[in-house]
T-cell receptor, first 117, second 113 residues
C-alpha cells in the first residue's frame, strides 16, 4: 500500500515560535497533498490543498500567512505554523493522493500533535 | 452544495456480530467517489473501502462491505463479524472535486466482548 510519513509526530513549543511539519509520500508520487486539522472528538477540517509546483489553495477562514504550505516536490509538502499561539494547538494530519481521479483515495500520514504553551 | 451526513455519533456492537454505520450524501454532480476511513485512538486515518458513483455492484473488502443505494444517496458501511480491534471512529467521505474530500462528522464504534 501507499505510505505517507509525517514528522514530527509530537511537538511542544512556546507561544510565538514557528513550527514546521513535513509530510512525505514514501513510495509514490503525490499529485495532490491535503492538510487537515482535527480537534478532539471532531471530524477533519480541510485547511488547504497543495499541488506540486503551484500555490496552495486555502479553505475559507484559514489564514494563509499563518499556515504556510509549500509543496516542493511530488513527494514532499510542508506546513509551517508561524508565530504559534495556544489556540493553534491541535492534531494536524496530512494526506496524499496519487492522481486526481475521483476513484483515487487519499493516504494519510500518522498526524502531528501540536501543543503551544 | 456537497455534504456528507453521519447521524450516529456512537454505536455499540457485540463481538462477532455485524454492524451497519450510516452515511448519506448530497451532491448534484453525477460523478463522485465515496470512501470510508477508520481512525483508531492512535489518530492515524486508515482507508477501508471505496465506491464509485457509476459502480453497479456494492464494494466489498474482506469484512467490510458498502451498501450503496444511489437513489437514496446512501453509502452505509457494513462490518461483518466485529472484532475488538474494530473499535474506532469511522468517517464517511466523498470526492467530487480532485482538490477536495468532504467528510462526515464520524461515528464512534465500540465493540463489546
Amino acid at each position: 500500500g501507499a505510505v505517507v510519513s509525517q514528522h514530527p509526530s509530537w511537538v511542544i513549543c512556546k507561544s510565538g515560535t514557528s513550527v514546521k511539519i513535513e509530510c512525505r509520500s514514501l513510495d509514490f508520487q503525490a499529485t495532490t497533498m491535503f492538510w487537515y486539522r482535527q480537534f478532539p472528538k471532531q471530524s477533519l477540517m480541510l485547511m488547504a490543498t497543495s499541488n506540486e509546483g503551484s500555490k496552495a489553495t486555502y479553505e475559507q477562514g484559514v489564514e494563509k500567512d499563518k499556515f504556510l504550505i509549500n509543496h516542493a516536490s511530488l513527494t514532499l509538502s510542508t506546513l509551517t505554523v508561524t508565530s504559534a499561539h495556544p489556540e493553534d494547538s491541535s492534531f494536524y494530519i496530512c494526506s496524499a493522493a496519487r492522481d486526481r481521479g475521483l476513484q483515487e483515495t487519499q493516504y494519510f500520514g500518522p498526524g502531528t500533535r501540536l501543543l503551544v504553551l | 452544495a456537497q455534504k456528507i451526513t453521519q447521524t450516529q455519533p456512537g454505536m455499540f456492537v457485540q463481538e462477532k456480530e455485524a454492524v451497519t454505520l450510516d452515511c448519506t450524501y448530497d451532491t448534484s454532480d453525477p460523478s463522485y467517489g465515496l470512501f470510508w476511513y477508520k481512525q483508531p485512538s492512535s489518530g492515524e486515518m486508515i482507508f477501508l473501502i471505496y465506491q464509485g458513483s457509476y459502480d453497479q455492484q456494492n464494494a466489498t473488502e474482506g469484512r467490510y462491505s458498502l451498501n450503496f443505494q444511489k437513489a437514496r444517496k446512501s453509502a452505509n458501511l457494513v462490518i461483518s463479524a466485529s472484532q475488538l480491534g474494530d473499535s474506532a471512529m469511522y468517517f464517511c467521505a466523498m470526492r467530487v472535486d480532485f482538490n477536495k474530500f468532504y467528510f462526515g462528522s464520524g461515528t464512534k464504534l465500540n465493540v463489546k466482548p
